[in-house]
C-alpha cells in the first residue's frame, strides 16, 4: 500500500511541478497541515483512495498555506486552480478519441478503473444497456464532496470538477455532457459521452457542459 505520508502524496498529485517552486516555509507548513488533515480524515484514507486524497489534502493545505502566508482568498485560489488545470495534458485522451474502438473502450476501462481506484466514500451507477454511441453513468456519492463541502471548501471541488471538461470537453467526435455534480449542487454527477459519425461543427454542436 502506497504510504499516506505528505511527502509522497504531493509528490504524486497535480501540484508535485509547482511545489518545489515554493518558499520552504511555506512547503514545510503544507506538510505540516496536511498531517492534521490526515488525522481528521484517516476513515478515508484506504488504498483504493490514496490518489485521490493525494488531490483533495494537497489542495486544501496549499490553499490555506498560502493565505497563512499572505496571499488572499481570491490569490491562493487562482495559484491553486491554475497550476492543477495547467498539469493537465488532455492531448493523449484527444488522440485515442480519433480511433472507432474510443467508446466501447470507455465503456470498458472507466468502470474497472473506478473500482480499482474508489475507496470508501464513493458510489455510482452504471449503465450497461446504452446503445453503442452512448456511455452513461451517475457518480451518486464523491470523496470531493463529502470532504470539501463538510469544511466549507466546495469551490475546490467545482475546481476539480473542472479538470473533466479539460480532459473530456474538446474529444474529436465525442460529447461530453454533463448537466450537473455533487461539488456545484447537483443531486449526482451526471456523465455522458456521445459518439459521433462527424467531428464536431458537421452536423452536430459540442455541449457546454459543467
Not at 464523491?142 to 466546495?154: E, M, N, V
Request: proline share 4%; glycine share 8%; aromatic share 12%.
Amino acid at each position: 500500500m502506497k504510504r499516506y505520508e505528505p511527502e509522497d502524496m504531493v509528490a504524486v498529485s497535480r501540484y508535485r511541478n509547482y511545489f518545489p517552486t515554493l518558499p520552504l516555509a511555506v512547503q514545510q507548513d503544507v506538510y505540516v497541515r496536511m498531517r492534521t488533515l490526515l488525522e481528521e480524515e484517516k476513515d478515508y484514507c484506504d488504498k483504493g483512495n490514496y490518489d485521490h486524497m493525494a488531490q483533495i489534502l494537497t489542495s486544501i493545505a496549499l490553499y490555506e498555506v498560502l493565505q497563512a502566508h499572505g496571499s488572499t482568498e481570491a490569490q491562493a485560489y487562482r495559484a491553486v486552480s491554475g497550476e492543477m488545470w495547467k498539469f493537465l495534458d488532455p492531448s493523449g485522451m484527444q488522440k485515442l478519441a480519433r480511433r472507432s474502438f474510443f467508446l466501447p473502450l470507455m465503456k470498458t476501462i472507466v468502470p474497472f478503473g473506478f473500482r480499482r481506484k474508489s475507496g470508501v466514500g464513493w458510489r455510482y451507477t452504471w449503465h450497461e444497456d446504452d446503445p453503442k454511441d452512448e456511455f452513461r453513468f451517475e457518480c451518486n456519492e464523491c470523496l470531493y464532496a463529502t470532504i470539501l463541502g463538510r469544511r466549507g471548501l466546495l469551490k475546490l471541488g467545482a475546481m476539480c470538477c473542472h479538470a473533466d471538461i479539460i480532459n473530456y470537453g474538446s474529444l474529436p467526435y465525442t460529447d461530453f455532457i454533463r448537466t450537473k455534480t455533487l461539488c456545484q449542487g447537483g443531486d449526482v454527477c451526471d456523465f455522458r459521452f456521445v459518439r459521433h459519425k462527424t467531428d464536431e461543427g458537421d452536423g452536430w454542436q459540442r455541449t457546454e457542459s459543467i
